[in-house]
Each structure stands twice: as structure tokens, then as C-alpha cells.
């Protein structure tokens, strides 16, 4: 499930929420919203990266987890209470919206804590 989130959902969801907004007639965001944006983006980067890691097998992740964690739940935050980054979900879903991101979140940070089965002595 860590992986489909950090490999699939999560660029997914920032693709179609930028698409939305750059479909239409592009609103002035300004700097903060700018901002935003590129925080936004260089987390799913990050979680790209994480991904790979946990993909490979690395154990010694789990610093860049809770270091994704906490910046991926925190510009989600940012977002989610902004003016500057008007959203299509409707009002009172940033909650949801946010809980949902943090049991992910919850399941990248103890993917990374698992450690591999030891080989089987021969």
C-alpha cells in the first residue's frame, strides 16, 4: 500500500489537481500560492524517491519517511486551509482530505520501519 501511494496516488493527485488548474483560465495565485505549488510538488518528488527506496529493500529509510511524512502533511495543510490555491473538492471535505493523507502518511513511516526477513540459514 506504501508504494501505491508513494508510486501511483500521490503523483496522480497532484497531476489532475494541477491539470484542473492549469485546463482553465489560470488564476493569479501569486507568490504564496506559488510557493505552494512548488512545495507541493517537490514533496511527491521526494515520496517518488522514498518509493524507490522501499521498493529496493533499503531498511535505512526512515528518516526521509517521517521527513516526507511530516512535509507531505504539512504543505497538504498549507493547501488545504489557502485561499491562493482554490481546490475542486467542496467545503468541509479538508478534514477528510487531510485524514485520509495522514494514515497514508502513518503507512509510508512503518513501511520504512520494517525490517526484511533475515535468509534462511542453509
Known amino acids: 500500500m506504501a508504494l501505491g501511494w508513494l508510486l501511483i496516488v500521490a503523483p496522480v493527485e497532484l497531476a489532475s ?3 484542473a488548474r492549469l485546463s482553465g ?3 493569479a495565485i501569486g507568490l504564496a500560492g506559488a510557493a505552494l505549488v512548488l512545495l507541493r510538488v517537490l ?3 521526494t515520496g517518488l524517491m522514498l ?3 522501499l521498493a529496493q529493500g533499503d531498511v535505512d529509510v526512515r528518516r526521509l519517511a ?3 511524512a511530516c512535509a507531505d502533511l504539512g504543505t497538504l495543510a498549507l493547501v488545504l486551509a489557502s485561499t ?3 481546490s475542486n473538492r467542496p467545503p468541509g471535505d479538508a478534514p477528510f482530505v487531510w485524514a485520509v493523507y495522514a494514515l497514508a502518511a502513518l503507512v509510508v513511516v512503518l513501511a520504512a ?3 526484511p526477513a533475515a535468509p534462511p540459514s542453509a
Open 66 to 68: 517521517l521527513a516526507w
Open 43 to 45: 514533496t511527491v518528488a
Open 113 to 115: 520501519r520494517r525490517r
Open 51 to 53: 518509493g524507490r527506496h
Open 25 to 27: 483560465p489560470m488564476p
Open 17 to 19: 489537481t494541477l491539470a
Open 84 to 86: 491562493r490555491l482554490p
